[in-house]
């Protein structure tokens, strides 16, 4: 039997493998996608998730593949003063997109021996006072000691438990994408700071290689929010705002995704738990959702692996949820005041 099953490869998945190995637990992920995803969702990790990548030994890796980006306040639009004094060691935001960060944390755990199974999609999910069995697609099942859904938003562990997901559905859409643009980068620049007067959630670069990231307001611009974007969306909404598409073209991803905010009822249902996207949603701007979901399976690793080894004290895996999900209660709160507006900075990173 497995120690602790994972269901989602992403960040928090993987990140909480590599810390249930590190303490000689078993970990096995398994993720329905053939391969990691080429959307770009979040472009940097926050001082706390620094600290605790350099706990790890493995913060130097980051580093060098990122840009560190001073520290500035934002709330409801409103930019404050950057903070004096702070207790860290890593008083910046390190600009670096999570598709790079996502192989870090999976060329870590895969380092440390954890199995990683992508095309595998877990189905349904039952427990007793022993065991989880997970069944796979397919009709395979699994058992092990534990199960933690990682696996994002519409999580399928966190369905099939029952849990309750209240919170506030989307209220405005977005569409973002890395694509090349036609158009002189003088001309984009002074266009989207003019724009940018009364639409603080729009975007354009500057490129990188050529490449710009694009993020459009788009409300009501598809009645099918779950299908897919196109790049002909994308550049009617230029124009509608901009007056121009810039010649957009050769889309390398394109994303949809509003502001809906939702906050799980509960972490733990006996042997099963949530960490991730799968416990808390909220709008994407200012990269949240990365750090929260790494700073979820920093404390619930070790306490896991304390479990499985034989040494928790009673109580342990509760604090789990009594020390985490009030984090992320605060981080909807905030996000509810919009403070999307004024975080994306197009420097390469979000605040």
């Known amino acids: ?8 490869a992403g960040p928090t998945g ?27 969702r979040g472009l940097g990790l926050h001082a706390r998730s ?15 593949l990122g840009t560190q980006y001073p520290l500035a306040g934002f709330f409801a639009g409103i930019i404050k003063p ?15 997109p999570q598709t790079t960060t996502e192989r870090l944390l999976t060329q870590h755990a895969l380092e440390l021996g954890v199995e ?12 007793d006072e022993d065991n989880v069995e997970v069944m796979l697609d397919g009709g395979t099942r699994l058992r092990s000691q534990y199960l933690v ?8 562990v966190r369905r099939q438990l029952g849990v309750g997901f209240p919170g506030e559905p989307s209220g405005r859409d977005h569409l973002m994408g890395e694509m090349e643009l036609t158009a002189d980068p003088a001309e984009v620049a002074a266009v989207v700071a003019e724009v940018r007067e009364t639409h603080k959630d729009f975007g354009a670069g500057p490129p990188v290689d050529g490449v710009y990231r694009v993020l459009v307001p788009a409300a009501e611009v598809a009645e099918d929010r779950t299908a897919p974007p196109a790049l002909e969306e994308l550049k009617a909404q230029l124009v509608r705002l901009a007056g121009t598409d810039f010649g957009a073209h050769s889309a390398r991803w394109l994303s949809r995704f509003g502001d809906a905010t939702r906050l799980a009822d509960t ?15 909220h709008p994407p701007f200012g990269g949240q959702g990365l750090n929260l979901g790494i700073q979820d399976a920093f404390n619930l690793g070790w306490k896991l692996a304390a479990q499985v080894n034989g040494w928790a004290p009673p109580g342990l895996l509760d604090s789990y949820e009594a020390e985490r999900r009030p984090v992320a209660a605060q981080v909807l709160d905030n996000t509810r005041s919009r403070p999307s507006a004024s975080v994306t900075t197009w420097a390469g990173t979000a605040a």
């Open 267 to 281: 972490y733990r249902t006996a042997r099963v738990f949530l960490a991730g996207d799968a416990a808390h949603v």
């Open 14 to 40: 993987v990140f909480l493998a590599s810390e249930l190995q590190l303490q000689g637990v078993e970990a096995l992920v398994l993720d329905k996608e053939d391969e990691p995803t080429k959307v770009v």
């Open 1 to 8: 039997m497995i120690d602790v099953i994972i269901a989602g």
């Open 116 to 127: 990683i199974r992508r095309g595998t999609e877990v189905t349904g999910v039952s427990q």
């Open 149 to 156: 859904g990682c696996d994002g938003g519409r999580s399928t």
């Open 50 to 64: 620094i600290e605790i990548l350099d706990q790890r030994g493995i913060a130097d890796e980051f580093l060098e």
């Open 82 to 96: 950057q903070p004096q004094g702070l207790d860290t060691t890593h008083p910046y935001v390190l600009g670096i």
